[in-house]
């Protein structure tokens, strides 16, 4: 589990979204391929569901709209509704999930440790923020579906908190 330091207001930020990115990721340990698709609630929403949108919006954030890396055949080349970042494919299952999930994590995390704060995003032309805007958004982003998916694993077995 990450621990939370205010040391600098880069390290307030990245332990804050570490830690609510773990979070998010507890929910499925221990859930079955099965389970962690079956939506329990009202809501349309999965534990992998969340899980995989997730991973799609820290790479839309930090790589495609801070960065302005060019992913020809995905957003906003290819547009998509909200939605469509929760579709599950066939072969998503928890791991590959996950590991999806680490992997957009880790580059997140480059770009915010190495990046200036105050540094505008690439894609002004999605959004006006920087990195700071983009890292706050993340934060409630994440914490939001960290919540979903607390409600979605209670239903599921009981198990709840972070």
């Given at each position: 589990?990450?621990?939370?330091?205010?040391?600098?207001?880069?390290d307030a930020l990245r332990s804050t979204l570490d830690w609510l990115r773990d979070a998010l990721m507890r929910k499925v340990d221990?859930?079955?391929?099965?389970?962690?698709?079956?939506?329990?609630?009202?809501?349309?929403?999965?534990?992998?569901?969340?899980?995989?949108?997730?991973?799609?919006?820290?790479?839309?954030?930090?790589?495609?709209?801070?960065?302005?890396?060019?992913?020809?055949?995905?957003?906003?080349?290819?547009?998509?509704?909200?939605?469509?970042?929760?579709?599950?494919?066939?072969?998503?299952?928890?791991?590959?999930?996950?590991?999806?999930?680490?992997?957009?994590?880790?580059?997140?995390?480059?770009?915010?440790?190495?990046?200036?704060?105050?540094?505008?995003?690439?894609?002004?032309?999605?959004?006006?923020?920087?990195?700071?805007?983009?890292?706050?958004?993340?934060?409630?982003?994440?914490?939001?579906?960290?919540?979903?998916?607390?409600?979605?694993?209670?239903?599921?077995?009981?198990?709840?908190?972070?």
């Amino acid at each position: 589990m990450s621990t939370f330091s205010t040391a600098t207001e880069r390290d307030a930020l990245r332990s804050t979204l570490d830690w609510l990115r773990d979070a998010l990721m507890r929910k499925v340990d221990g859930v079955s391929d099965v389970d962690a698709r079956t939506t329990p609630t009202a809501s349309s929403l999965s534990l992998l569901s969340l899980l995989k949108h997730a991973a799609v919006w820290e790479r839309r954030w930090f790589q495609i709209v801070f960065a302005g890396t060019d992913v020809r055949d995905e957003w906003p080349h290819v547009p998509d509704s909200e939605d469509a970042t929760f579709h599950l494919d066939d072969q998503d299952t928890v791991a590959s999930v996950l590991a999806l999930y680490r992997a957009q994590i880790a580059v997140s995390r480059r770009i915010l440790a190495d990046g200036d704060l105050d540094a505008p995003c690439a894609r002004v032309d999605l959004v006006d923020k920087n990195l700071r805007g983009v890292a706050m958004h993340m934060i409630q982003e994440t914490a939001r579906h960290a919540g979903h998916a607390d409600i979605i694993r209670e239903s599921l077995d009981g198990s709840r908190g972070v």
